[in-house]
């Protein structure tokens, strides 16, 4: 994988140019973000499962076709 500085390094054919020098660890801001991005996002999941949700979420939600429900998830995609 090409380093930051190799400007005519051919890039990755599934990553291109992403690499782990353009995460920006040492940023005090983005990087504690990240972290609860990826921790909230993970206990969704582990809250979603222990409750047994899974079944009832893509019947009702995820493969529906109300344009009310639709327009919800849209609504959550974009506030998240």
Do not use: R
């Not at 782990?20 to 801001?29: S, Y």
């Amino acid at each position: 994988m090409a380093y930051k500085g190799d400007v005519h390094a051919e890039p990755d054919p599934i990553f291109g140019k992403l690499n782990w020098d353009v995460i920006p660890v040492t940023d005090p801001v983005i990087l504690p973000v990240m972290i609860a991005c990826i921790l909230g996002g993970l206990g969704l999941f582990a809250y979603i499962t222990h409750q047994g949700k899974w079944k009832y979420l893509w019947d009702n939600w995820f493969t529906s076709v109300d344009h009310k429900k639709i327009g919800i998830m849209y609504i959550i995609v974009a506030l998240v």
